[in-house]
């Protein structure tokens, strides 16, 4: 490893992204900020490099990646039989938090996409990623910087928490904007899949593609596909999910001896008892997006007995979310 590999954890402001580039072109990894979660990445044509991946996250080699790219021009670099309609999402959604799965061209490395024939693709919409991915002018993948079924960090301070000395640097993009992992859609067949729901919803899709779109269920989603883990996403505290009416009963019997409990609402409903942790997030689906893995992460440090989470409304808009919280409790009502 050349000298200019860090081992110990150095934050980066985005100036420092032409020494980011020279550590991926040296095979190191760099863990960046997108508008989603932060991503580890790795230079996309180096096995060696993307082999490191795999070891920092503790991630099966099954498990394919996504790559980053910088411009759409270079889609053809990565995927090919590319249908008229992935430019027409592409160019409607990215820079944004769309991963397009298409057809891989024949030199891609298996190790990228998990032995498939396909390739997950995706532009990034954050500052230091785009300059990042311009500057380098070729593929970064990147999962996100966090060990296999942990939550996804959405802050540097969360990269660092999650796997400190295997990266060797980390760029420091504050806050990621959207909070939740991309939406990924499956265009490889005549009708778009989502394979995985994201803050880009299926009606949007939908609307700007003027066909049906389809969300995969993960029951008949092939063995690698996204979320099939059913701890994927999880904070280490035991997570469940409560509907309101039963939130308002469980708290207002929780005497002082059972209040190693935190309770995540959304709505405007009045907890009476104060022997909790109360964090209220929004009603609003962005901010709720915005701050719900931070939330999370902030109170796994707490080593408390349960995190309860009031359950979010039925409507499509929540559906991602909905998705989230279903994996975070692993599928644990109380
Ligand atoms: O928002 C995001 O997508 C973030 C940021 C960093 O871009 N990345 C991310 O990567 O969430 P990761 O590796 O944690 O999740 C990507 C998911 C995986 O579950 C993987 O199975 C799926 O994408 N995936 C990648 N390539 C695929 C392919 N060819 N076919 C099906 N699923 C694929
Ligand atoms: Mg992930």
Redesign the pocket.
């Known amino acids: 490893m050349k000298e200019i590999i860090r081992r110990e954890m150095v934050m980066m402001v985005s100036g420092d992204i032409a020494q980011a580039v020279k550590i991926l072109r040296d095979g190191g990894l760099v863990a960046f900020p997108t508008e989603t979660?932060y991503g580890l990445g790795a230079d996309a044509r180096n096995e060696k490099a993307i082999g490191k991946i795999f070891a920092a996250k503790g991630r099966p080699l099954t498990h394919p990646l996504i790559v980053h790219l910088g411009e759409i021009a270079q889609l053809t670099d990565w995927a090919c039989e590319i249908p008229p309609h992935a430019y027409q999402l592409a160019e409607a959604c990215w820079p944004g938090s769309l991963t397009m799965i298409l057809k891989k061209k024949q030199d891609v490395s298996s190790l990228v996409t998990g032995g498939q024939e396909t390739i997950g693709l995706r532009i990034p919409n954050h500052p230091v990623a785009l300059t990042l991915l311009k500057d380098f002018a070729s593929g970064i993948v990147a999962?996100?910087a966090?060990k296999f079924t942990h939550l996804?960090p959405t802050t540097a301070e969360a990269v660092q928490e999650e796997l400190g000395a295997n990266v060797d640097l980390i760029l420091q993009g504050g806050s990621c904007a959207v909070g939740l992992?991309s939406t990924i859609v499956d265009m490889t067949q005549t009708l778009p899949r989502i394979l995985r729901l994201g803050m880009l919803s299926q009606q949007k899709i939908a609307n700007i593609l003027g066909m049906e779109v389809k969300v995969a269920e993960s029951k008949v989603q092939a063995p690698r596909a996204?979320g099939m883990h059913h701890v994927?996403?999880a904070p280490l505290t035991p997570t469940y999910l409560m509907a309101t009416e039963d939130l308002e009963k469980f708290i207002s019997k929780l005497s002082f001896a059972e209040s190693s409990v935190a309770v995540i609402t959304h709505s405007d409903i009045v907890l009476a008892n104060n022997h909790f942790i109360h964090h209220h997030l929004s009603s609003n689906i962005d901010q709720y997006a915005h701050n719900l893995y931070h939330t999370l992460r902030q109170l796994d440090h707490l080593h408390l007995k349960k995190i309860i989470i009031e359950k979010v409304p039925l409507s499509k808009e929540w559906d991602a979310i909905r998705d989230r919280l279903q994996k975070a409790s692993a599928g644990r009502d109380l």
Request: charged letters at 10%; proline letters at 22%.
């Open positions: 979660v999962p996100s966090n996804s992992e996204p994927h996403y």
